[in-house]
């Protein structure tokens, strides 16, 4: 036998050596994966600089929330358009990790920012809505991407005070110094069951005149109730609408506007993520 005869001779293989140990499944966990639930850190528009200091979110820049699991899934599951704001407010509570944190004292803007990390963790960034197009005039799907946002800062048009818990505002108009309160979702809730039951009873009803009758708590210092409705009643045009739009400005807010496209005719529009009841509905 040649000496390049050997390259063609099969080399036998050195044994294997001996095969790792496969390791031992943890009888209490046969899945081998982990059982606790993820969290993340929210950045609150606010700051925690709207609530009162008697309030737990007062100076409370973030909150920590759980990924959402099958337990909040079945639990929205129940939303329509009559529940859902309350479901969402035992989503809020479900997902917190710290207790003791009322959801209904939420500033909406903070309430906004935890739904919408509720809604990535749970099902992904991006979301799909069917709506009107004003460029084709049909009804086509839009798909934003929840990652996409931006706080806004606060017009400076009142002062708050945390103390009391109230802004006070200088009414272009009549030049009146008023006082009103941080206006939150108990009294939204008030304000329409007022309205229902005054339609109950065939009593007429101007919702304006019941929003400010309920969120003037003083003007230059009086604070009498039968006075304040008389100045309610005679208040200016401009300086009713003024307190009525104050709510839209007077705290940072989430912007999600940006660029979508209609799956139609594929004309682009700026649009924000419409939160409604639907924010959670998912199809695979």
């Not at 009643?233 to 739009?245: E, F, S, Y």
């Not at 839209?248 to 209609?262: A, F, G, H, I, M």
Request: charged share 30%; aromatic share 8%; net charge negative.
């Amino acid at each position: 036998m040649t000496r390049n005869s050997k390259k063609f001779q099969k080399e036998t293989p050195e044994p294997p050596s001996n095969p790792p140990e496969q390791q031992k499944k943890d009888p209490s966990n046969p899945f081998g994966i982990s059982f606790v639930v993820p969290t993340e850190m929210v950045k609150l528009p606010t700051q925690g600089e709207y609530y009162p200091v008697s309030s737990p979110l007062h100076g409370i820049k973030e909150l920590e929330i759980k990924h959402m699991t099958a337990k909040e899934e079945d639990l929205l599951s129940s939303a329509d358009e009559s529940t859902g704001g309350r479901i969402f407010d035992k989503l809020i509570s479900s997902l917190l990790v710290e207790k003791g944190i009322d959801p209904g004292e939420l500033c909406e803007e903070d309430r906004t920012a935890l739904l919408m990390s509720a809604r990535i963790t749970g099902y992904g960034k991006e979301y799909a809505v069917s709506d009107h197009c004003t460029n084709c005039g049909e009804v086509g799907k839009f798909t934003f991407d929840l990652r996409k946002q931006e706080f806004i800062n606060p017009d400076d048009k009142g002062t708050y005070n945390p103390e009391t818990d109230l802004y006070t505002l200088l009414l272009p108009v009549s030049e009146v110094k008023v006082e009103i309160k941080n206006f939150n979702k108990g009294d939204d809730e008030y304000l329409d069951q007022e309205k229902k039951q005054k339609e109950k009873h065939g009593l007429p009803h101007n919702h304006l005149i019941s929003f400010l009758r309920r969120v003037i708590i003083s003007a230059e210092t009086v604070t009498d109730r039968n006075l304040l409705n008389q100045l309610i009643d005679a208040l200016p045009a401009a300086d009713a609408k003024i307190i009525k739009n104050f709510y839209n400005s007077c705290r940072p807010r989430l912007s999600t506007l940006q660029e979508v496209e209609c799956s139609l005719c594929t004309a682009p529009s700026k649009r924000e993520v419409p939160v409604s009841w639907a924010f959670f509905w998912y199809s695979l």
